[in-house]
């Protein structure tokens, strides 16, 4: 099993920065894939950005190209979402995921989720 524990939310102006972590824990060695998607209230989750665990490839939804950058730190077992120029439509529930493939089909581990709020 895997855990993982989401920080960095909170509120920012329009063009301001954030960085979001996700730290994972447990039977880390079986993830092959890790991810950020995040959801609005009656919304369906969204996929932000993924990366495969070996760095191989790596994911951008088209609204979030040239803005967000995902990368990870193995050594701390921390994916991480830098988003800069955001912009009120990234308000939602950020999460990250964890799983065999880099589609949300494929993500078994989720965490509790951390609010970004633009305004």
């Known amino acids: 099993h895997v855990q993982l524990v989401e920080s960095g939310g909170g509120l920012v102006q329009p063009g301001g920065s954030l960085r979001l972590s996700c730290a994972a824990s447990?039977?880390?060695?079986?993830?092959?894939?890790m991810a950020w998607f995040r959801q609005v209230p009656g919304k369906e989750r969204e996929g932000v950005a993924a990366?495969?665990?070996?760095?191989?490839?790596?994911y951008y939804a088209d609204s979030v190209k040239g803005r967000f950058t995902i990368s990870k730190d193995n050594a701390k077992n921390t994916l991480y979402l830098q988003m800069n120029s955001l912009k009120p439509e990234d308000t939602a529930m950020y999460y990250c995921?964890?799983?065999?493939?880099?589609?949300?089909?494929?993500?078994?581990?989720w965490g509790q989720g951390t609010q970004v709020t633009v305004s």
């Open positions: 995921a964890a799983g065999l493939i880099c589609d949300v089909r494929g993500m078994l581990y």
């Open positions: 447990g039977r880390t060695s079986s993830i092959d894939a």
């Open positions: 990366m495969w665990a070996n760095g191989a490839n790596i």
